[in-house]
């Protein structure tokens, strides 16, 4: 049998990706030059392609003439290959939650340290961010083509946007992607979950996001009841990470030197 024709049966049995490691054990070459020179070439016709270091995904027909493979098409697989547990964040989840009105340029995974360094290919550009846990209890999944995906709640989605407003375009662009996942999150079923998980500062931007910015004052209440219940003592920070201002106004209920002005996107 030849690589290609394995590669053939793989896909039709059900087996979209396979390992280089896959490969060697399959024995279908007679020398790893061989074998990297057959990769090459079913990598330069679009009969594979090389999405991480080691790993290859067939090329199914429909994304044939768009040249390259959504992430969500492989990322499990390649996940379980890299023996890491993931989910997938911020814009990317948010998308898949359908409260990203404009898609993410590029596809966004959380996944636990130590960090590893990413081949970048022509296929989607997978960014990665690190925590030294991932908070199991407020993760989903969703179906895709090739099985299952792990994506964020909506509370902990929130939560990322905030915390990593410096990767996303701003806290404008959170407010306005926060905003459609409002009637997705339950801050009495999950805030307690992902007290280990999330800091302090982060709740209270996002409080003071959800009261005077998207003005869900319901969402903001309870929130600010869950965190005072396990943070007695808050102290001043500043709403934007990444501004240069001086503060000059300040929130004393969520204890935040307002430094930017924030308007959310209209839809």
Known sequence: MTLQRWIKDRSIHGFPTFSIEDARQACLCSSEQILQNELSRLSANKTITNVYRGFYVIFPVQYVLRGSIPATYYIDQLMNYLGKPYYVCMLSASELLG???????????????????????????????????????????????????????????????????????GLARAATIIEELTEQIDIKKHFRLLVPFVKSVVWQRLGYLLENIIEEKELADELYLQLRSVNHHIQYTPLSTTATSEYSVRDSRWKININTQIEIDEL
């Open 99 to 169: 409260a990203a009105h404009q898609r993410p340029q590029q596809f966004s995974v959380m996944t636990t340290f130590p960090k590893r360094s990413v081949v970048s290919r022509r296929n989607v550009a997978t960014e990665w961010f690190y925590r030294e846990q991932i908070p199991e209890d407020c993760i989903i999944t969703k179906n895709t083509e090739t099985g299952i995906i792990r994506i964020s709640n909506a509370l902990l989605t929130a939560a990322d946007l905030v915390q990593y407003q410096q990767h996303i375009g």
